[in-house]
C-alpha cells in the first residue's frame, strides 16, 4: 500500500496524470476539434460551442452550420452533401437559363419567360400528357437517387461492371470516399480542370459549392420577385434602373405587405 502510495505521489511530482487514457481521450478530442474551429472561417465566427463534432472542416464547404443536427448521422451526412452539391448545380444552370430566356424575351424573340415555359410548351404540343412527363421525371429520377444512396452505401459499387471507368466517381463526396458528386473523366471533366494539383481541384470544389448556394438563394429570389411583380429578373432589374425608389422590394406591396409606397 506504501508503495502504491509513493508511486502516485511521484507521478504528481512529476506532473504526470494518474488518471486513466479512457477519460483523458474525449477531453483530447474536444480540444482538437475546437483547436480546428478556430483555424478556419465559422458561420458564427469566435463561438466554436456551435460546432458540431461531425463538422471538423474536412468537408468543403463545411462553415460549422447545422443548428438542426440534420447531418449527425454519417450517412444522413454523406447524403446531405450530395443533394446539396447538385441542387447547386441545378440552381446554377436554372438561373443561367432564366437570365438567358429573359434576355431574349426582353429582346423580342419568340422565347417565353421561366415562368411561362412550361404552359407554352404543353399549349403548342397538346399530344404531350402533363401527366406522362411528370410520371416519367419520377420514374427516372428516382432511378437515379437510389443509384446515387446505393453509392453512398457501398462507394464506387454503382459504376463496377455497369458503366465505363470514365463514369466512376474520383474523390466521393467532398474526397471522403470513393465515388459520389465529383465523377470527372473524360465524360464529365472534358477540359482537365481536376487533373492538375491537389490544390488547384479544392479550390474549384470551393468555387463550386459557394457558387451553388448563390445560386440556389438566387433562384428562390427570381421565385419571390415573380410573385410579387408578375415579371422575369431583367424586366425587373430594368425597371429598378428606371425608378429605383419606386420600383424596388418596399414598394411592390408584397415583399412587406405593411409598407405601400
Same mark, same amino acid.
Given at each position: 500500500?506504501? /508503495?502504491?502510495? @509513493?508511486?502516485?505521489?511521484?507521478?504528481?511530482?512529476?506532473?504526470?496524470? &494518474?488518471?486513466?487514457? $479512457?477519460? =483523458?481521450?474525449?477531453?483530447?478530442?474536444?480540444?482538437?476539434?475546437?483547436?480546428?474551429?478556430?483555424?478556419?472561417?465559422?458561420?458564427?465566427?469566435?463561438?466554436?460551442?456551435?460546432?458540431?463534432?461531425?463538422?471538423?472542416?474536412?468537408?468543403?464547404?463545411?462553415f460549422g452550420f447545422d443548428p438542426l443536427g440534420l447531418g449527425s448521422s454519417p450517412e444522413q451526412l454523406s447524403w446531405n452533401v450530395h443533394a446539396e452539391i447538385?441542387?447547386?448545380?441545378?440552381?446554377?444552370?436554372?438561373?443561367?437559363?432564366?437570365?438567358?430566356?429573359?434576355?431574349?424575351?426582353?429582346?423580342?424573340?419568340?422565347?417565353?419567360?421561366?415562368?411561362?415555359?412550361?404552359?407554352?410548351?404543353?399549349?403548342?404540343?397538346?399530344?404531350? /400528357?402533363?401527366? @406522362?412527363?411528370?410520371?416519367?421525371?419520377?420514374?427516372?429520377?428516382?432511378? &437515379?437517387?437510389?443509384? $446515387?444512396? =446505393?453509392d453512398i452505401r457501398n462507394p464506387g459499387s454503382q459504376g463496377s461492371g455497369i458503366l465505363p471507368e470514365d463514369f466512376k466517381g474520383v474523390g466521393g463526396p467532398?474526397?471522403?470516399?470513393?465515388?459520389?458528386?465529383?465523377?470527372?473523366?473524360?465524360?464529365?471533366?472534358?477540359?482537365?480542370?481536376?487533373?492538375?494539383?491537389?490544390?488547384?481541384?479544392?479550390?474549384?470544389?470551393?468555387?463550386?459549392?459557394?457558387?451553388?448556394?448563390?445560386?440556389?438563394?438566387?433562384?428562390?429570389?427570381?421565385?419571390?420577385?415573380?410573385?410579387?411583380?408578375?415579371?422575369?429578373?431583367?424586366?425587373?432589374?430594368?425597371?429598378?434602373?428606371?425608378?429605383?425608389?419606386?420600383?424596388?422590394?418596399?414598394?411592390?406591396?408584397? /415583399?412587406?405587405?405593411?409598407?405601400?409606397?
Amino acid at each position: 500500500m506504501a /508503495s502504491v502510495l @509513493a508511486c502516485a505521489s511521484k507521478a504528481a511530482f512529476c506532473g504526470k496524470a &494518474v488518471s486513466s487514457r $479512457r477519460t =483523458a481521450r474525449p477531453q483530447a478530442a474536444r480540444r482538437t476539434i475546437v483547436a480546428a474551429a478556430t483555424d478556419r472561417e465559422l458561420w458564427f465566427p469566435g463561438n466554436t460551442e456551435v460546432v458540431p463534432d461531425y463538422l471538423d472542416g474536412s468537408l468543403v464547404g463545411d462553415f460549422g452550420f447545422d443548428p438542426l443536427g440534420l447531418g449527425s448521422s454519417p450517412e444522413q451526412l454523406s447524403w446531405n452533401v450530395h443533394a446539396e452539391i447538385f441542387h447547386g448545380r441545378l440552381a446554377m444552370t436554372g438561373c443561367a437559363g432564366i437570365l438567358l430566356t429573359s434576355l431574349l424575351h426582353r429582346g423580342g424573340a419568340d422565347v417565353p419567360e421561366w415562368y411561362e415555359a412550361g404552359k407554352v410548351y404543353l399549349d403548342r404540343n397538346p399530344n404531350v /400528357s402533363f401527366g @406522362a412527363l411528370v410520371f416519367t421525371t419520377i420514374v427516372l429520377s428516382g432511378f &437515379v437517387e437510389f443509384k $446515387r444512396l =446505393a453509392d453512398i452505401r457501398n462507394p464506387g459499387s454503382q459504376g463496377s461492371g455497369i458503366l465505363p471507368e470514365d463514369f466512376k466517381g474520383v474523390g466521393g463526396p467532398q474526397g471522403r470516399t470513393v465515388g459520389g458528386p465529383y465523377v470527372g473523366g473524360r465524360y464529365f471533366d472534358p477540359m482537365g480542370l481536376t487533373r492538375g494539383s491537389p490544390e488547384q481541384t479544392l479550390k474549384y470544389k470551393w468555387n463550386e459549392i459557394r457558387n451553388g448556394r448563390l445560386a440556389m438563394m438566387g433562384f428562390l429570389g427570381f421565385a419571390a420577385q415573380y410573385a410579387a411583380t408578375g415579371k422575369g429578373p431583367i424586366d425587373n432589374l430594368v425597371d429598378h434602373v428606371a425608378d429605383p425608389f419606386h420600383n424596388n422590394f418596399i414598394s411592390n406591396g408584397v /415583399s412587406v405587405p405593411f409598407i405601400s409606397l
